[in-house]
């Protein structure tokens, strides 16, 4: 593969990444913040421990490197851990820190 090929392959992750993440997904199921709260809310009850939207992130980027470190990832599990990733770093800049669920809603509305 030459030096073209090799980027093109790269940008082509990127963009399906960001294609999900901006795309047809969230307008079907709500915004990633807001799936993410509601999965903490879920994780927080279950383990009884605060988790917030941003650790959500930050555990499917995990769960991602799990299954590609398994052997058991596909080529789409680098596209979902890019996406992961480029929301919980979206979730940093707009204030979305690991400051747990109510922070975390306080600041979306905030934000809105």
Known sequence: MNKQNE???R??????????INGARQDKYGT???SFEA???FWSTYKGVEFSAH?????MAL???????????KADSY??????AALAADMVKRGFLDKGI?????LYAAKK
């Open 55 to 59: 650790d959500v992130s930050m555990m």
């Open 79 to 84: 596209v979902d851990l890019c996406g992961y």
């Open 7 to 9: 980027h093109t392959a």
């Open 32 to 34: 990633p913040e807001n």
């Open 11 to 20: 940008g082509h992750i990127l963009e399906q990444a960001k294609s999900i």
């Open 39 to 41: 999965i903490a809310a």
């Open 102 to 106: 109510a922070e975390d809603k306080a």
């Open 63 to 73: 769960l991602k490197i799990a299954r590609i470190k398994s052997g058991s990832g």
